[in-house]
Nanobody, 123 residues
Framework: QVQLVESGGGLVQPGGSLRLECAASGSFFRIYAMGWYRQAPGKQRDLVATSVSGGITRYADSVKDRFTISRDNTKNTVYLQMNSLEPEDTAVYYC?????????????????WGQGTQVTVSS
């Protein structure tokens, strides 16, 4: 089992900044990727940013140059620095981790999700 605990959401004015944090804990072999998705009311859950082992990052076009994802592998933690926030960034933000496990001699990978943290951008 893996637990992903998110923090850092809240209410911010347009143009403001927030920093989200997600810490992974539990029993696993290795974390291969960690990232953030978001879901606005009535819309599907979409990728915001992801960080793969080795330092490769990927961003949604809508957040490039405004958001920065980073990881602290010693703490199994991923961060999302969000600057120049816009009302369109309002959503529930979910942390995701691609994690490898062993069950006996069998290896498998699966996705884990956090409970979500609300980000509201409004004046």
């Amino acid at each position: 089992q893996v637990q992903l605990v998110e923090s850092g959401g809240g209410l911010v004015q347009p143009g403001g900044s927030l920093r989200l944090e997600c810490a992974a804990s539990g029993s696993f072999f290795r974390i291969y990727a960690m990232g953030w998705y978001r879901q606005a009311p009535g819309k599907q859950r979409d990728l915001v940013a992801t960080s793969v082992s080795g330092g490769i990052t990927r961003y949604a076009d809508s957040v490039k140059d405004r958001f920065t994802i980073s990881r602290d592998n010693t703490k199994n933690t991923v961060y999302l620095q969000m600057n120049s926030l816009e009302p369109e960034d309002t959503a529930v933000y979910y942390c995701n981790a691609d994690v490898g496990h062993y069950s006996g001699d069998s290896f498998y990978r699966r996705d884990w999700w956090g409970q979500g943290t609300q980000v509201t951008v409004s004046s």
